[in-house]
């Protein structure tokens, strides 16, 4: 069964950092890419970053390119989304996903 | 990048009738990469379909995927009081992934 489960979340004041990690399980973890998807409070799903199954390429949404940095750690099958220069609109439930499979996410607060 | 529009936002009907949701693809989308998942209050998206039309693991057989290339739909036979929720169809075809903008199916 495919699991997947982030943590790393919680309250940060705008300009701060955060590292999320996703810890995967039930699938061979090195064959395939993991990306981040994200849900402000009361908003619709967004993409967030994407990373290839040996870490070579990543994709970034436009809204966090340049502060978010994703990578992969396949002997730990863990992946991190290093956030910085987080933003009040960054605030979201984070969700890790291996299509078509997601986490049960981890809440990101921005706020002074 | 593959603009996924969802229709109609908010769906009113009673328990016990037929749902049927839009997901329309431009460009078009391999049926192969397009899901629709579940998502109710406080929870994560439940995946309810993938490929299009093959429900997922304990997904009972009210729910109905079909279409393929542009045109997406989600049947939902006889409504049952735990399906009002919000439905997104999403594909992960290309990247970026992209997600429809959810339609409510919400109590009559």
């Known amino acids: 069964e495919v699991q997947l489960v982030e943590s790393g979340g919680g309250l940060v004041q705008p300009g701060g950092s955060l590292r999320l990690s996703c810890v995967a399980s039930?699938?061979?973890?090195?064959?395939?890419?993991i990306h981040w998807v994200r849900q402000a409070p009361g908003k619709g799903l967004e993409y967030v970053s994407g990373?290839?199954?040996?870490?070579?390429?990543?994709y970034y949404a436009n809204s966090v390119k340049g502060r978010f940095t994703i990578s992969r750690d396949n002997s730990e099958n863990t992946v991190h989304l290093q956030m910085g220069s987080l933003r009040p609109e960054d605030m979201a439930m984070y969700y890790c996903a291996k299509a078509p499979y997601w986490g049960q996410g981890t809440l990101v607060t921005v706020s002074s | 990048e593959i603009v996924l529009t969802q229709s109609p936002g908010t769906l009113s009907l009673s328990p016990g009738e037929r749902a049927t949701l839009s997901c329309r693809a431009s460009p078009s989308v391999s049926s192969s990469y397009l899901v629709w998942y579940q998502q109710k209050p406080g929870q994560a998206p439940r995946l309810l379909i993938y490929g299009a039309s093959s429900r997922a693991t304990g997904i009972p057989d009210r729910f109905i995927g079909s279409g393929s290339g542009t045109d997406f739909t989600l049947t939902i036979s006889r409504l049952e009081p735990e399906d009002f929720a919000v439905y997104y169809c999403q594909q992960y075809a290309t990247s970026p992934w992209t997600f429809g903008q959810g339609t409510k199916v919400e109590i009559k």
């Open positions: 039930g699938f061979t973890f090195s064959t395939y890419p």
């Open positions: 990373i290839s199954s040996t870490g070579t390429s990543t």
